[in-house]
């Protein structure tokens, strides 16, 4: 009994001290266990996902969605900086698609969980960028777009023609 309390007291600061909140918290999206290819497997079902998008209406680049080939089903989320979920599909090709960014560069989380034609389970997780402008660090060529999805992956060339943000 007299090690029992100590311990206790000792635990309850641990938790106490380690449970502050922070300004400069990490918000991320729990992928773990996520299977992110089918090398091996004879399988040629992928998930592409761009790591931008702007959403100002010209037709180019303005949906934030992942790109498959081969796949059955899908489960898509978008998440932002809060770890709120700002849009959920499970629709081959659906999107999120939006007008309202007020920053010049608004980050997001996502995360894609998806059963290829061949029956296996892939996924997908990272950031993702609205853009109202090219911000100056980091650089343009930071930024994919869906325009730039080649077979070859994200090695085309974007046609986006946003202004650089002040």
Not at 64 to 74: F, G, H, V
Not at 106 to 122: E, M
Request: net charge negative; glycine share 10%.
């Amino acid at each position: 009994m007299k090690l029992i309390i100590p311990a206790l007291l000792i635990t309850t600061a641990v938790v106490f001290f380690n449970c502050s909140k922070s300004g400069n918290a990490v918000h991320h999206v729990n992928c773990d266990g996520l299977v992110t290819d089918t090398a091996g497997t004879g399988d040629n079902g992928q998930i592409f996902m761009p790591n931008a998008f702007s959403p100002n209406n010209d037709g180019l680049n303005d949906i934030c969605r992942p790109i498959t080939q081969n796949i059955d089903s899908i489960g898509f989320t978008l998440y932002d900086e809060n770890d709120a979920v700002v849009f959920a599909t499970d629709q081959l090709g659906q999107g999120w698609q939006t007008t309202f960014i007020t920053s010049t560069a608004k980050r997001y989380f996502y995360k894609i969980q998806a059963r290829t034609l061949a029956g296996n389970h892939i996924g997908k997780c990272g950031e993702v960028y609205g853009l109202t402008c090219f911000p100056v660090n980091p650089p343009k060529s930071f930024y994919y777009f869906e325009d730039m999805l080649t077979p070859g992956g994200f090695t085309g060339v974007t046609a986006e023609t946003m202004a650089t943000c002040q």
